[in-house]
């Protein structure tokens, strides 16, 4: 499976970088078995609603979303990734949000994680972190 961070979400409604947010869109749109982790659809919500001073709405937020949960598998996080999650943020020196990030893509067979502010994690098995906005 392949899912992406938030950051990629959130730059599909950013017009203030429109190189990123192509690279955004054409990622989406065509992200083949596609998972939407749901602390990432929970951060999107939160973090895109900061864009309505640009001119985005509550609604294109919502409706987003929608499209993704019915075009996407939904990951849902349990107990046991917080075990995981532990020994990933010990081992990578990584915060705790994102250790239950990759905990729960880890767990839930996530391969590639397309992601602007993981790729410094270093190798992490089982999972490619990948930069779509990288040159």
Same mark, same amino acid.
């Given at each position: 499976? +392949?899912?992406?961070?938030? +950051?990629?979400?959130?730059?599909?409604?950013?017009? #203030?970088?429109?190189?990123?947010?192509?690279? %955004?869109?054409?990622?989406? #749109?065509?992200?083949? +078995?596609? %998972?939407?982790?749901?602390?990432?659809?929970? /951060?999107?919500?939160?973090?895109?609603?900061?864009?309505?001073?640009?001119?985005?709405? /509550?609604? /294109?937020?919502?409706?987003?979303?929608?499209?993704? #949960?019915?075009? &996407?598998?939904?990951?849902?996080?349990?107990?046991?990734?917080?075990?995981?999650?532990?020994?990933?943020? #010990?081992?990578?020196?990584?915060?705790? &949000?994102?250790?239950?990030?990759? %905990?729960? %893509?880890?767990?839930?067979?996530?391969?590639?994680?397309?992601? /602007?502010?993981?790729?410094?994690?270093?190798?992490?098995?089982?999972?490619?972190?990948? +930069?779509?906005?990288?040159?």
């Amino acid at each position: 499976m +392949n899912a992406v961070d938030t +950051n990629v979400l959130v730059y599909l409604h950013d017009p #203030r970088d429109p190189a990123k947010q192509a690279i %955004a869109g054409m990622l989406v #749109r065509s992200l083949t +078995n596609g %998972a939407l982790i749901w602390q990432v659809a929970c /951060e999107y919500i939160a973090a895109a609603r900061k864009l309505k001073p640009l001119g985005v709405t /509550e609604d /294109e937020i919502w409706q987003n979303l929608k499209l993704l #949960r019915s075009s &996407w598998t939904i990951l849902l996080p349990v107990a046991g990734h917080l075990d995981r999650a532990e020994i990933l943020l #010990r081992q990578h020196s990584l915060s705790f &949000w994102d250790s239950v990030l990759l %905990a729960v %893509a880890l767990e839930r067979g996530v391969t590639t994680l397309y992601s /602007e502010d993981l790729v410094g994690v270093g190798n992490i098995p089982g999972i490619q972190i990948v +930069n779509p906005f990288a040159p």
